[in-house]
């Protein structure tokens, strides 16, 4: 077993920051989000309506540290929120399609910012309110996890990571979300959370304690969801210091 940190010991744990104000209203739907701590690396979401019914989202993690990399979150978010008005508002448009031009003019525009190779993993989903349906893709991110009453699914990795390769594509799968599914995003930092304890059995905290605590929660309050599993990580390491951003993105379906 990780030794837990104690309060008192040493520096306090950073603080769970809930900011789910900034995402618009989904029919049907509800959105949140969860850091950990200060932000030190290249971890960014967003979620933006493109459409009457559609919902844009993502959650990418530019390889680097924020003093580094500012300028290419900057231009990621620009164009994240750009070309997804541009390519998922027109009337008559394949969803699939659009995903995968989205995915690949980020992938250009990191490359271009950061003036070479930058490892940018992503998840990026379109959320159709009226049918319940997510249109994503997983640029080399960790899994999305989808949990209805059957259980949970990964949505694993689609495609490489964006701004390795200028004309790398990534595939954009759609997947149906029923009453009650949760869909649960979360950072890099999370699943390689380590275990404080040297000799610890599990060093990493890893995807299945994930897994494991998203079934536990009983979808009391959406914003709940990933703050327990942030405090979870948090507790797991005993860290007062945050080596990577830890970040968690939930959508949940209500109607």
Do not use: W
């Not at 448009?93 to 659009?98: P, R």
């Not at 997510?134 to 991110?141: D, E, I, K, S, V």
């Amino acid at each position: 077993m990780c030794a837990l940190f104690q309060p008192g010991e040493s520096e306090p744990l950073p603080r769970l920051e809930p900011t789910n104000s900034q995402f618009p209203r989904i029919e049907g739907a509800e959105m949140a989000a969860t850091t950990y701590g200060k932000r030190t690396a290249g971890d960014f979401y967003d979620c933006v309506r493109v459409g009457p019914e559609r919902i844009l989202f993502g959650l990418l993690d530019v390889a680097g540290r924020r003093e580094s990399n500012e300028g290419i979150l900057v231009a990621a978010k620009d164009m994240f929120r750009t070309l997804g008005a541009e390519l998922f508002s027109p009337p008559d448009f394949n969803e699939s399609e659009a995903m995968s031009e989205l995915c690949l003019r980020l992938n250009r525009g990191v490359m271009e910012a950061a003036g070479g190779v930058c490892a940018c993993p992503a998840f990026i989903g379109c959320y159709h309110e009226k049918f319940g349906t997510l249109c994503y893709t997983n640029a080399g991110h960790t899994p999305g996890l989808l949990r209805d009453r059957t259980g949970i699914a990964e949505l694993a990795s689609t495609g490489l990571p964006l701004g390795l390769f200028s004309h790398a594509t990534c595939d954009a799968p759609t997947v149906g979300m029923e009453k009650g599914a949760i869909l649960l995003l979360v950072s890099r930092g999370v699943v390689e959370g380590k275990c404080k304890e040297e000799n610890a059995e599990d060093q990493e905290f890893g995807l299945e304690r994930v897994k494991e605590r998203l079934l536990a929660d009983t979808l009391q309050n959406l914003q709940t969801v990933g703050g327990a599993i942030l405090a979870a990580v948090g507790e797991f390491t005993g860290e007062p210091l945050i080596r990577d951003d830890m970040t968690a993105l939930v959508l949940a379906r209500s109607g």
